[in-house]
């Protein structure tokens, strides 16, 4: 830690100096305006930056060894949650067949970057969103919605042998992935830039916190994807009205502990959320019935019972550590 001492002039005007380092790093001259930013903490920040635009940063990638289309599509995710604005693709000579639609791809599963110029050799992508006009809240309720109708409608698949059902819940799962990579993203500009995480009066540990739950209810939209999948295999084999019925109820417990989960974080509710985490272990119960019913069935088919089973009790139980989430959270943030 560089220490300073503060300086008394003119009686009444507290000064300190400026690292030399830093000065030249950021290339500040004199009679440039600086911002200065109280944390809530009490710590005092110098940027540069005194206005809320995010700060142009690029990556590139030179895709010439590159020869697995996976990779490629994860490196690329990589730099658009990292925040970069700018993301360069290049090869020493024409791209690969697949690089192109991996490219496009990208585009097409992400929210903001769009291609801004192509030739043989080179690919530029930037990001036109302008983070202020999609607010935490709003990306994470739409994934909620998204991700509760995933799960109704695979269990209305498996009780009505819905094929087209199943492969649309399955299709669906790339909406939750793009928003929930859109959420990580922000979180990433907006540490970044405290301007803006004052303008649209976030703090640290929000938009924290709302990744976290976000990376949750993610994982429950993969478990309505594993549902609808499990159904497909099942060949369309008859389970019976009562263990319709025992899917159905386990399925409505879990969501009703997944409405409570995000509902008590939107109202900051420390109490209601400690209830819900209270009420996952009737779930299990009600899921048991399904692995009971399942055990009078051919051994494949109750295996199937027994994964959907499953995924339903760890929809409930990630639904619960939302809740737990929501509890570490307002108990920073605010009295319990």
């Given amino acids: 830690m560089d220490i300073r001492k503060v300086q008394v002039t003119g009686g009444s005007s507290f000064i300190i100096t400026l690292p ?3 000065i030249e790093k950021l290339n500040v001259k004199k009679n440039d305006p600086l911002g200065l930013i109280t944390q809530p903490d009490g710590t005092l920040l110098v940027t540069k930056n005194i206005n809320d635009a995010q700060v142009p940063s690029v990556k590139e990638f030179d895709v010439t060894p590159i020869d697995d289309p996976a990779y490629l599509f994860r490196l690329l995710i990589g730099a658009y949650i990292a925040g970069f604005t700018t993301i360069k693709v290049k090869a020493k000579n024409r791209f ?3 690089v192109r639609g991996v490219v496009r791809d990208f585009a097409q599963m992400t929210i903001g970057p769009e291609v801004v110029e192509e030739t043989d050799f080179t690919i530029t992508l930037k ?6 006009e999609m607010p935490f809240d709003n990306t994470l309720k739409r994934m909620y919605v998204v991700v509760k109708n995933m799960q109704l409608d695979a269990v ?4 009505t042998n819905n094929l087209a059902l199943a492969d649309d819940v399955i299709a669906r799962d790339n909406d ?6 859109l959420i990580a993203r922000q979180m990433n500009v907006i540490l970044k830039n405290v301007n803006l995480s004052r303008k649209m009066n976030l703090t640290t540990s929000l938009v924290v916190n709302t990744y976290l739950i976000s990376r949750i209810v993610e994982r429950i939209g993969d478990h309505a994807v594993r549902m609808a999948e499990i159904m497909k295999g099942m060949n369309g084999e ?5 263990t319709k019925k025992a899917i159905r109820d386990a399925n409505s417990l879990a969501l009703a502990i997944f409405d409570k989960s995000i509902v008590s974080f939107f109202q900051s ?3 209601a959320s400690h209830q819900n985490i209270e009420s996952i272990s009737e779930l299990g119960d009600v899921c048991e019935r399904i692995n009971t019913l399942s055990m009078e069935m051919g051994t494949q088919l109750a295996i199937s019972l027994h994964y959907i089973a499953e995924s339903i ?3 409930g139980e990630y639904a619960g550590d939302i809740s737990e989430t929501v509890i570490n959270y307002l108990v920073e943030e605010k009295e319990a």
Avoid: C, Y
């Fill in 127 to 132: 990001d036109l969103l302008n983070p202020m």
């Fill in 313 to 315: 009790r760890r929809s």
């Fill in 156 to 159: 209305v698949a498996i009780e």
């Fill in 269 to 271: 509710d420390i109490v």
């Fill in 176 to 181: 939750v992935d793009r928003l929930h990579w």
């Fill in 20 to 22: 030399k380092d830093w």
């Fill in 238 to 242: 008859d389970i019976g009205q009562d």
């Fill in 96 to 98: 690969s067949p697949f």
